[in-house]
Each structure stands twice: as C-alpha cells, then as structure tokens.
C-alpha cells in the first residue's frame, strides 16, 4: 500500500497563532482526504484535495501531486481546533492513513 | 449532505457473545464502504471494503469468520464481531465512497469493550 508520513507528530501552539501540518505520500494518488478526529472520535471531513489548494475558513490545504505532499494551514488557532489531523490517501478506493498530528491549542 | 450514522455508539459485551455494529448513510447512495478499526492513540487500519450486493473483500490479517460484513443495500451495512474476546475491543468506525467520487465520509464510531 502506499505509505504515508505526517509531521510533526505533536504541535503545541498558543491561542491566535498559526501553523502548518505536512504529508509526505509514496506513489501517485487519486485521493487526498484531511479529517480532524474530534475527542469522541468523529473523523470530520476537512478537505477532499488530490491537486490543487483549497481553502475554507481559517483552514486552507495544498496538494502538490507531482512531488507527492500536502499541507494543511491552520490560522488564528482556536481551542477547538485541538485534536488529531490525519491526512488519508489512495490510488483506489482503500484509504492509507498516517499516524496523525495532535494539536493542543492553549488559551 | 453526506451525514453517515453508526450505532451503537457503545457496547460492552461478555466474552465469548455477538456484536453487530450498523452503519448507514443518511442522506446519499454509495456502492462501496469501509470498515476500519481504531486502537487508542494510533491510526485507522482499514479492515474490509464491500460493495451493495457483493461479498466483502478482507484485508490482510482480518478473519472474515470473526468480522461478518453484510452490506445489505446502498445505504446500509453491518459488521457482526462473532465470538468476541477482550483483544476485539477497539474502536469501529465505518466509511461510505459517495457514488461518482473517492470521497469517503466516516460515520462516528462504536467503541466496542469486551469484558
């Protein structure tokens, strides 16, 4: 399957900052999902991005599909934002997930 | 759009008992979902994909004869954990793919305890 590597594995930030999570994938894909899993374990859809940029919010994502990566921006950080952000991909219709980005924004 | 349910959202059951697990999709028609499994601070694992009609297709290393998938119609599928033991306890999350997309949309999740 392919492989998939999230950084970092851990982000601590302060209320009102920014930051940028990565993806790094192993082969050629025709989806590229990002999903933040809340504290009960919801998987809540964030982005549908196999190419391209996105952006809705405060959250805006790019996929660079030539040089297999993505990026999930985060701005003006809330408490709410806190969680696990995984990125999933495939080049069927099995999803390969990597092992996650925990966020904690602090007040 | 695109709302998926689950349920239970929680089940503790006795050694050696059944346990099925529903999952539908609410508001839109898929031929194809997913069941995954989710062990505390770790990843999906993604453990068979099935289509409306069809017989699911198990991933590596998943008994079929423990993890029954019946995907009964476009909007509904089960899992049924058979003969279940403490080490089946995990958290089940199940994924429809919309027809016409790769999108999948994840139901909420049974956080399954075996006693």
């Known amino acids: 399957g392919i492989q998939v590597e999230q950084s970092p594995p851990d982000l601590i930030l302060q209320e009102g900052a920014n930051s940028t999570l990565r993806c790094n994938f192993s082969d050629s894909v025709n989806n590229l999902q990002w999903f933040h899993q809340n504290p009960w374990g919801q998987l809540i859809n964030l982005f549908y991005i196999p190419s391209g940029t996105k952006q809705n919010g405060r959250l805006s994502a790019t996929t660079v599909a030539t040089e297999r990566y993505s990026l999930l921006y985060i701005s003006s950080s809330q408490t709410t934002d806190s969680g696990v952000y995984f990125c999933?991909?495939?080049?069927?219709?099995?999803?390969?997930f990597g092992a996650g980005t925990t966020v904690t924004v602090r007040a | 759009g695109a709302v998926v349910s689950q349920h239970p959202s929680r089940v503790i059951c006795k050694s050696g008992t059944s346990v099925k697990i529903e999952c539908r999709s609410l508001?839109?028609?898929?031929?194809?979902m997913f069941w995954y499994r989710q062990f505390p601070k770790k990843s999906l694992m993604l453990m068979a994909t099935s289509n409306e009609g069809s017989k699911a297709t198990y991933e590596q290393g998943v008994e079929k004869d423990k993890f029954l998938i019946n995907h009964a119609s476009l909007t509904l599928s089960t899992l049924t954990v058979t003969s279940a033991h403490p080490e089946d306890s995990s958290f089940y999350i199940c994924s429809f793919a919309r027809q016409g997309t790769y999108e999948q949309y994840f139901g909420p999740g049974t956080r399954l305890t075996v006693t």
């Open positions: 999933a991909v495939s080049n069927d219709y099995k999803l390969s």
């Open positions: 508001d839109f028609q898929a031929t194809t």
